[in-house]
């Protein structure tokens, strides 16, 4: 039995997903380790992005049930709450393939919109927030206490005050996961973040996801195609290839798997032969 | 090179012939003759010709397009670009906008005393009724700018709300007999609340659906009234609303009144500066509500809904009731502008509640530019005060105001006043504004 069995920050059993004819997610199981990076891989159109949108909400699954075990020791069926519910009461965070910020915003607002929930409360539902409320501003400065640390960590701090549609790409998808921390998740799910980063920016993200999951009791599930990103930080691979999963273990394992090895670089000659002479061209 | 240059000269000028020759073959007809009923020939009909109309017309064409296509189509330097270059550019502007606030303020508190002063208690009383007019439009504004501006939600029904407003404080008065003062809260309440009805099942609806069924309910709203006769008084409207009393004291002429009480000679202007000084006051609650919820966490997420409503959802935001709220408080400050419409023109009627209520509210918003309060206040000066200064120019008024309109979203398309201004900095300062460009506009 491997680690991320017996004591997983997320269950996802059975889950499909199809969209009229086409089934995008079939019949996937799979844990995700407290504590652990895991990386959830596959060719494109492999349906990861479908799990993700499943597994926040986005989409309702067709069969399967996903459950978050919290650390206080809650479950939440995350197949039947809505989207926003899943980030506010599961703590499960994302990013998003094709980045979304609010762009006309600035680096710290958005962090901000981010600890909506929490700063809603502390303005006592705008009312108290009306007449400012003290312990609504120590709430606020608190928050942007929080959003500073996060832009630290990510190195935009200097940028606070610009929009965020300014921001080079690389900067963004940084900010973009700054974003989903401040929500303050136990499951951060990163959909390709190391996608169009430089060698340089990719060995930084690579460092700041190691060290969200050291110090911040955040489990971590990325998408990622960059092989040489996966095989460093992740603890635990998961191959999808057309929406069943093909391979599960740890990296090394994962990268000598035949089956992985033949998803990615197409069926061997030897086997396209032998299906030929079957049928007999 | 003078041969070029020729070439480019004969170019042009055939062009202008060609043009000239077709105006010919059309005016010849349409304006060179005229079927008119002679007298001298005993009321039978006769044709009157008329070339001279037509060389002028064939001519006008002729030069018309001649100059075009020397100064705009054909060269390589159209003037229209250099035009355009003349107008004062944003960063000139940007200075104008921090001593704008504080300048309209302290005008608009004066007003009436500036008035007086200049034409006296007669004369003044026209230019009070405008100032009225356009304070109404800009706190109106100002509500629509929660909605559209902030929220990024598309609503063309906005006049609904002002309709609800009036017509609450208006039956509350006539069939309770209760007062402006409590028939104001009342009133914002009710249109609050009609507001979340209309709220739930439609702001699931994005973008161009969004628009179209906002713009349905403000007609909904307008033909139940038209039509209840019984209880609105349909197209006869409501008349005998009770005037504003200032905190009880009626401005009425005699032992008791307003000017009894404060020892003045009685004026009927009185109660117009007070119906100024009230609009004034709700606008400017309107103004301080709305800069204080963009500071606050459901103003950003207002905001953020605009940029992104899937990102939001990610993170946790109830969108729809944050939707819901944007929507109902725009109600709520479009309700108080009705019942002070109601209690201002003494009578209402559905007509004063018609789409293009909507559409001017909605004009006064974007031209300002999407989510800028001083920007509302510009612009509303500029429509409904521009609307009343080319009175004189009668039917031309409409071509006049149109082009302005024209120049200006050429000018400046996204609006008066197309920056952001952060809602928090880092550095503590009012920060640096955000180009309009980087803002969206929201998809309902
Ligand atoms: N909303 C949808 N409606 C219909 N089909 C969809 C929808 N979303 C995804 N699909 C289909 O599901 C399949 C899996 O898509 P998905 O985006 O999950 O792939 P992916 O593994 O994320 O690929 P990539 O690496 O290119 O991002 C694709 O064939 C896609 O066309
Ligand atoms: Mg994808």
Request: aromatic share 10%.
């Amino acid at each position: 039995m491997s680690s991320w069995d017996i004591n997983p920050v997320l269950t996802i059993e059975h889950l499909t997903m199809r969209f009229g004819g086409l089934v995008a997610v079939d019949d996937l199981s799979f844990n995700v380790g407290r504590g652990d990076i895991t990386a959830l891989i596959g060719p494109n159109g492999a349906g990861k992005t479908t799990v993700f949108n499943c597994l926040t909400g986005f989409y309702k699954p067709t069969e399967g049930r996903i459950v978050m075990n919290r650390l206080n020791g809650e479950h939440f069926l995350l197949e039947r709450m809505p989207d926003f519910q899943i980030s506010a009461h599961a703590k499960v965070a994302r990013t998003f393939q094709n980045i979304r910020l609010f762009g006309g915003m600035t680096l710290l607002e958005n962090l901000m919109v981010a600890q909506h929930n929490p700063l809603m409360v502390a303005s006592g539902y705008t009312i108290g927030g009306i007449f400012g409320l003290t312990s609504f501003r120590k709430a606020e400065r608190e928050a942007v206490e929080r959003a500073c640390y996060w832009l630290e960590k990510t190195g935009l701090v200097d940028r606070a005050d610009a929009p965020a549609a300014d921001l080079p790409y690389g900067d963004q998808r940084r900010l973009e996961i700054a974003r989903a921390m401040c929500s303050g998740p136990e499951l951060l799910c990163l959909d390709e973040p190391a996608a169009g980063l430089n060698p340089k920016e990719s060995a930084e993200l690579n460092a700041l996801l190691q060290y969200i999951r050291k110090e911040h009791q955040t489990s971590i599930l990325l998408i990622e195609h960059d092989m040489s990103v996966v095989m460093e930080i992740s603890d635990h691979v998961v191959v999808l290839d057309y929406g069943e999963k093909i391979s599960d273990g740890t990296a090394a394992a994962v990268k000598d798997d035949p089956k992985v090895i033949a998803a990615y670089l197409g069926v061997p000659d030897e086997e396209v032969d032998a299906v030929e002479e079957e049928v007999g061209i | 090179m003078s041969s070029k240059s020729e070439n480019f000269f004969t170019d042009c000028v055939k062009d202008a012939a060609m043009g000239g020759l077709i105006a010919l073959a059309l005016f010849s007809v349409l304006i060179g003759m005229k079927a008119e009923v002679a007298s001298g020939l005993g009321g039978g009909l006769g044709i009157e010709y008329r070339w001279a109309a037509v060389a002028i017309a064939v001519a006008v064409v002729f030069g018309g397009r001649l100059l075009l296509n020397l100064f705009v189509w054909k060269t390589k330097t159209p003037v229209t670009e250099k035009a355009g270059s003349l107008m004062p550019s944003m960063s000139s502007l940007a200075p104008l906008g921090k001593y704008a606030m504080p300048v309209f303020l302290v005008l608009a508190v004066l007003l009436p005393f500036l008035l007086m002063s200049a034409y006296g208690a007669r004369g003044s009383r026209q230019y009070l009724d405008l100032a009225i007019l356009v304070t109404t439009y800009v706190m109106l504004g100002w509500g629509l700018n929660i909605v559209v501006g902030l929220a990024g939600l598309l609503d063309l029904g906005y006049v609904a709300f002002y309709a609800v407003g009036a017509y609450s404080y208006a039956l509350l008065a006539q069939y309770f007999g209760f007062s402006f003062w409590i028939c104001l809260p009342l009133a914002g309440i009710l249109a609050a609340f009609w507001g979340i009805i209309l709220g739930f099942p439609v702001l699931r609806l994005r973008g161009d659906y969004l628009a179209i069924v906002t713009l349905a309910f403000g007609e909904i709203i307008r033909v139940v009234l038209l039509n209840w006769y019984e209880f609105t008084g349909g197209p006869d409207g409501i008349s005998g609303i009770p005037r504003p009393s200032f905190f009880g004291i009626e401005f009425t002429r005699g032992e008791g009144g307003f000017a009894d009480v404060f020892g003045l000679d009685y004026s009927s202007i009185h109660r117009i500066i007070f119906l100024y000084y009230l609009i004034l006051i709700m606008a400017l609650i309107t103004n301080f509500v709305t800069m204080r919820l963009r500071k606050l966490p459901v103003g950003r997420a207002w905001e953020a809904l605009r940029e992104d409503e899937i990102a939001c959802r990610s993170l946790g935001i109830n969108t729809t009731n944050t939707k819901l709220t944007a929507f109902a408080l725009g109600a709520m400050f479009g309700g108080f502008a009705g019942s002070f419409f109601a209690t201002r023109q003494g009578f209402i009627s559905p007509e004063s509640f018609t789409f293009i209520e909507s559409a001017v509210i909605l004009a006064i918003v974007v031209l300002g530019g999407l989510g800028s309060q001083i920007g509302v206040v510009i612009a509303a000066i500029v429509m409904i005060g521009g609307f009343e200064f080319f009175r004189g120019l009668e039917e031309y008024r409409m071509l006049v105001f149109g082009l302005l309109m024209v120049i200006i979203m050429v000018w400046k398309p996204r609006g008066l006043i197309s920056t952001r201004a952060p809602s928090i900095t880092l550095s503590g300062k009012k920060g640096k504004g955000i180009s309009a460009d980087l803002v969206q506009e929201g998809h309902g």
